[in-house]
């Protein structure tokens, strides 16, 4: 079915290094993706978005990749700190059917390690 | 650097009682939404709300749940009846327009006893 998910549940990287969180969607008319961040016991954290007109977008210290071939969207964090530990999620629009609700993946658990 | 509001931060209440979350839009937001998320899973989309009136609801939200701006910056969610899987976290979310990045309070968790 039209699902957004997650490649990796969790993710264990060293401080300094660099991040890949992945996710994949399943409908190719989706327009609009948004990578949140949520630390425990707190709301989704906006942290980058782009749009479906779009291959790459860029922002301080993280960087999102569309690939629209595969349906494929990943997050990636340079230098990764303690601080980045979070559970990240990938959400989606779609136009049509709806622009008002948000689709969220599963979620992948990132751990630095100091 | 305005932000979404949610009051209360925790709230612990009885199988079939009534249940008011609410939450403070960011203030030139127009498009107002509740998501949930039970422990440990994903963050579900329960309602949208624009111009006074619902835009869109997911299956969750039966005839239990109600949304209502009563005045200009409160946003509520009711749960008529509550049940012990309504226990979850409630997240309120604005955006100044449809289509564009949602803003997330920081949640109610609610736990029905």
């Not at chain 2, 937001?29 to 989309?45: A, D, M, P």
């Not at chain 2, 005839?63 to 309120?92: H, W």
Request: with cysteine.
């Amino acid at each position: 079915g039209e699902s957004v998910g997650l490649h990796l549940p969790t993710l264990s990287v060293q401080e300094g290094d660099n991040s890949i969180i992945n996710c994949a969607y399943s409908n190719s008319a989706s327009d609009y993706f948004i990578w949140y961040k949520q630390e425990s016991g707190k709301g989704p954290q906006f942290i980058i978005d782009i749009r479906s007109n779009m291959d790459k977008r860029q922002g301080q210290r993280v960087t999102v990749l569309l690939n629209k071939t595969v349906k494929h969207l990943s997050l990636q964090i340079a230098a990764t700190q303690p601080g980045d530990s979070a559970v990240y999620f990938c959400a989606e629009t779609r136009p049509g059917g709806s622009n008002y609700k948000l689709t969220f993946g599963k979620g992948t658990l990132l751990t630095v390690n100091p | 650097e305005p932000e979404v509001t949610q009051t209360p931060s925790h709230q612990v209440t009885q199988m079939g009682q009534e249940v008011i979350l609410r939450c403070v839009p960011i203030s030139n937001h127009l498009y107002f939404y509740w998501y949930r998320q039970i422990l440990g899973q994903k963050v579900e989309f329960l309602v949208s709300f624009y111009n006074n009136e619902i835009s869109e609801k997911s299956e969750i939200f039966d005839d239990q749940f109600s949304v209502e701006r009563p005045d200009g910056s409160n946003f509520t969610l009711k749960i008529r009846s509550t049940k012990l899987e309504d226990s979850a976290m409630y997240f309120c979310a604005s955006s100044e327009v449809a289509g564009v990045t949602q803003y997330f309070g920081p949640g109610t968790r609610l736990l029905v006893l």
